[in-house]
């Protein structure tokens, strides 16, 4: 039995962790996974503190991921306006994205909303179209290392739930 709960959380997990790329939050995933295990177990292998922990980190997450685009975008020469036009393209263009197309356009919302807003951003203050795009492409890099965060959080948090229930 231990082996089949084994490959299912596994395999969860993995999925988990992909699925980030698509705009599908793999920690919420996990804390689902982590709460209704605790609940159908009695909270015996995971206790309520631990999954009070996991919803928590699972936030942070998301905080970490919104923010990440716009502080990179600051790190790469952007505005305080650019770096917050940002973080709002980015947010707007994963609404829109994921509307339009179904899985991917999440991805492909959170990348343009959040270069075009720090370039338009930086246009507007009247940079060159190199400056503004390289503040951009900070954007753009700081919402991938933000998705790759969330994916190796996921895989952590999910190798934590396999050893919790083992």
């Known amino acids: 039995m231990n082996i089949l709960i084994i490959i299912a959380l596994s395999l969860l997990t993995l999925i988990s962790g992909l699925i980030t790329w698509l705009g599908i939050s793999g920690p ?9 295990w605790g609940y159908f177990t009695h909270f015996e292998s995971v206790s309520v503190g631990q ?6 980190v699972a936030g942070g997450l998301e905080l970490v991921e919104f923010f990440l ?3 990179a975008a600051r790190n ?22 994921a509307g339009l197309f179904v899985f991917i356009g999440a991805l492909v919302g959170l990348l343009a909303g959040s270069y075009l807003g720090a370039y338009i951003g930086e246009l507007s203050l009247g940079r060159s179209e190199t400056e503004a795009a390289h503040a951009a492409m900070g954007a753009l890099l700081g919402n ?7 994916m190796v959080a996921t895989f952590v948090m999910g190798i934590w739930l396999i050893q919790q229930v083992v």
Not at 28 to 36: A, K, M, S, Y
Not at 51 to 56: K, L, S
Not at 78 to 93: D, E, H, Y
């Open 28 to 36: 919420v995933i996990l804390g689902v996974v982590t709460l209704l």
């Open 51 to 56: 999954v009070i922990v996991v919803w928590v």
């Open 76 to 97: 790469y020469g952007a505005s305080s306006r650019s770096m917050w036009l940002a973080i709002l393209g980015g947010i707007l263009g994963t609404i829109i994205g």
């Open 69 to 71: 685009g716009g502080l």
């Open 144 to 150: 991938v290392a933000g998705k790759t965060l969330k």
